[in-house]
């Protein structure tokens, strides 16, 4: 069965500094993964995946995350935080043999402070 | 034009009620969910329909019911509530398994049981 760990509960950055959120993850196959955000009283947004090819994918507002399959990780990345990321962030993953069930993990909220 | 809408947006009701939560997406997807949330930010997933077939149902109570009367609707029902359902239910929708664009969610329904 997969399953998906972030590892921390918050990560504290300053703006304009670099962030890194973690994720890892366990599946029986090839994964599917993703990173969703999630701001107080919205549902979930659609960050960026990775399926195949390059290691490290770009999605919005200025995110990339780097898949690494010897550590089975995912983490979300940006080169300098804003004032405005600060929010939940959601690792997932699905089997790629794995019909529609996507597993999200337990959320990590980030604090980008001025 | 709101993408994934649920309704109400606030329920709160006593124990033992039944209540329905409404789900609709007008984004033409044909593959839609069921998410809970609880008071800790977890997400659960419970029901997926893909094109009005149910293809995910979790072990969540019997108590719970999903309808999807059409690709652009999934409806959860919720019999004799408990205070244990207090959370807030996500509904989301993607095309096909949501591979290349992820899911689209909707603000959620905050459901209170007291």
């Known amino acids: 069965a997969q399953s998906v760990a972030q590892p921390e509960d918050q990560v504290n950055v300053a703006e304009g500094n670099p962030l890194t959120v973690k994720c890892t993850y366990s599946v029986s196959g090839n994964p599917y993964l993703f990173w969703y955000v999630q701001y107080p009283n919205r549902g979930l947004q659609f960050l960026l995946k990775?399926?195949?090819?390059?290691?490290l994918v770009k999605g919005s507002y200025g995110f990339e995350a780097e898949f690494n399959k010897s550590q089975t990780s995912f983490h979300l990345k940006k080169p300098s935080a804003l004032v405005s990321d600060s929010a939940l962030y959601f690792c997932?993953?699905?089997?790629?043999?794995?019909?529609?069930?996507?597993?999200f993990g337990a959320g990590t909220r980030l604090f980008v402070k001025a | 034009d709101t993408a994934v809408s649920q309704t109400p947006k606030y329920l709160v009701t006593q124990m033992g009620n039944d209540k329905s939560i409404k789900c609709e997406q007008n984004?033409?997807?044909?593959?839609m969910y069921w998410y809970k949330q609880d008071s800790k930010k977890f997400l659960k997933i419970m029901f997926s329909y893909n094109n009005k077939e149910l293809i995910i149902n979790e072990t969540v109570p019997n108590r719970f019911s999903p309808k999807s009367p059409d690709k652009a609707h999934l409806n959860l029902h919720i019999n004799s509530l408990e205070l244990g359902d207090s959370a807030v239910y996500f509904c989301?929708?993607?095309?096909?398994?949501?591979?290349?664009?992820?899911?689209?969610f909707g603000s959620g329904t905050r459901l209170t049981v007291v």
């Open positions: 990775y399926i195949t090819g390059d290691n």
């Open positions: 989301a929708s993607s095309q096909d398994s949501g591979l290349n664009y992820g899911y689209t």
């Open positions: 984004l033409g997807h044909d593959t």
């Open positions: 997932a993953v699905r089997e790629a043999a794995g019909g529609f069930k996507t597993i």
